[in-house]
Nanobody, 119 residues
Framework: QVQLVESGGGLVQAGGSLRLSCAAS????????MAWFRQAPGKEREFVAV????????NYADSVKGRFTISRDNAKNTVYLQMNSLKPEDTAVYYC????????????WGQGTQVTVSS
């Protein structure tokens, strides 16, 4: 079975940095588009960043552009989200998601990791 496990979340002060990891098993991310989403309390899940396997291209939500960077290490079957200049509004549960090869939706999701940014 496919499993995505996020790690690296925690409590950080505003302006600080955090690096999230998403380790995949049962899924080879080399040919999988991987993404990060987040959900704050009382709010709907929102897109954060995506890394496409076919081109290596990336896309980010406007709210995180210039601050967050998505990357991958195919040898480790792991995707990362480097978060810099964190703001209190970044507080949310962050989820890793993966698509099947040539898929148009995210078929696999992790359980999430909590990121809390204090002011």
């Amino acid at each position: 079975q496919v499993q995505l496990v996020e790690s690296g979340g925690g409590l950080v002060q505003a302006g600080g940095s955090l690096r999230l990891s998403c380790a995949a098993s049962g899924l080879t991310i080399t040919t999988s588009t991987m993404a990060w989403f987040r959900q704050a309390p009382g709010k709907e899940r929102e897109f954060v960043a995506v890394n496409r396997w076919s081109t290596g291209g990336t896309n980010y939500a406007d709210s995180v552009k210039g601050r967050f960077t998505i990357s991958r290490d195919n040898a480790k079957n792991t995707v990362y989200l480097q978060m810099n200049s964190l703001k209190p509004e970044d507080t949310a549960v962050y989820y890793c998601a993966g698509s099947l090869r040539y898929g148009t939706e995210y078929n696999y999701w992790g359980q999430g990791t909590q990121v809390t940014v204090s002011s």
